[in-house]
């Protein structure tokens, strides 16, 4: 079984920065595909970032494109999304995504994903 814990939420200014982090415990599939999805009150979970096993290939949501970084540390099973020029349209449940699969390519569908993290919240007021 494998549990994603994310850490690294909380409430900031617009403009401001945060960096989620999500450690996988119990048993590791360190080089499979992970993602980070957001859920806003009263809207669909969506796919906020993506990267494959390896790292090599990353999928970015327009909304946030140029401001959000996905990162993976395969070694300490691992994923972080660095967060910047926070928008409070970025205000949601954020939720880490592990798969299974050793993906070269990253996942946007949640279908693709089996373990998802409890979520942290992100507060940007403007």
């Known amino acids: 079984q494998v549990q994603p814990v994310e850490s690294g939420g909380g409430l900031v200014q617009a403009g401001g920065s945060l960096r989620l982090s999500c450690a996988a415990s119990g048993r590791t599939f360190s080089a499979t595909a992970k993602g980070w999805f957001r859920q806003a009150p009263g809207k669909e979970r969506e796919v906020v970032a993506s990267?494959?096993?390896?790292?090599?290939?990353?999928y970015y949501a327009d909304s946030v494109k140029g401001r959000f970084t996905i990162s993976r540390d395969n070694a300490k099973n691992t994923v972080d999304l660095q967060m910047k020029s926070l928008k409070p349209e970025d205000t949601a449940v954020y939720f880490c995504?592990?798969?299974?699969?050793?993906?070269?390519?990253?996942?946007?569908?949640?279908?693709?994903?089996?373990?998802w993290g409890q979520g942290t919240q992100v507060t940007v007021s403007s």
């Open positions: 990267i494959s096993g390896a790292g090599s290939n990353t």
């Open positions: 995504a592990v798969s299974l699969r050793y993906s070269a390519s990253p996942y946007t569908s949640e279908i693709n994903y089996d373990y």
